[in-house]
C-alpha cells in the first residue's frame, strides 16, 4: 500500500505542477508561485513534502540507505526522470523483500542495508562497481 501510495504521489506531481505546492495554507497560495516552493522541479518538491511531513507520521519502514524516497530524490537528479523513476520502481516492488536482503551489506550502527544508487543503474560497467 505504501509503495502504491508513494508512485502514485510521484505520478500526479508529475502531472500537475501545482499539487507540488500542498504545504501552503490556502487554495489561493497554490496558483502563486514561491521560494519555498519553486515550480523549477515539482518532483523534488513532492518528495521533500513526504519527507517532512508524511514519512515522519508513518515511521521508518525502508530497510535500506538511502531511504527510498531519498533513493528516487538522488536517482532523478542523477539520472533524470525516467531512469530515476524506473529505478526506483524495480527498488520498490523487486527489492524490498525480506528474501532480496541478503544480497545487501548490512549497516549496524542504522540497522538498515546499503543499497547505493550507482549500484541500481543498469548501463553501468562490471568495473564500475568494485
Not at 505546492?21 to 490556502?26: D, K, L, N, R
Not at 533524470?80 to 526506483?88: A, E
Not at 551489506?105 to 540497522?111: L, W
Request: charged share 20%; with cysteine.
Amino acid at each position: 500500500m505504501r509503495n502504491s501510495f508513494f508512485l502514485l504521489t510521484i505520478l500526479i506531481t508529475t502531472i500537475s505542477p501545482a499539487l507540488s505546492h500542498a504545504g501552503t495554507q490556502s487554495a489561493f497560495d497554490l496558483l502563486v508561485v514561491s521560494e519555498k516552493f519553486p515550480v523549477k522541479n515539482p518532483v523534488q518538491n513532492i518528495i521533500t513534502f513526504y519527507q517532512k511531513h508524511i514519512s515522519p507520521k508513518d515511521g521508518p519502514r525502508c530497510m535500506l540507505t538511502p531511504t527510498c524516497s531519498q533513493f528516487y530524490k538522488e536517482a532523478h537528479s542523477q539520472y533524470g526522470f525516467i531512469w530515476g523513476t524506473l529505478m526506483t520502481i524495480d527498488r520498490l516492488f523487486y527489492r524490498e523483500g525480506q528474501s532480496s536482503l541478503k544480497y545487501y551489506r548490512y549497516n549496524s550502527p542504522k540497522g538498515t542495508y546499503k543499497d547505493p544508487i550507482y549500484h541500481n543503474y543498469i548501463f553501468n560497467r562490471m568495473d564500475y562497481y568494485k
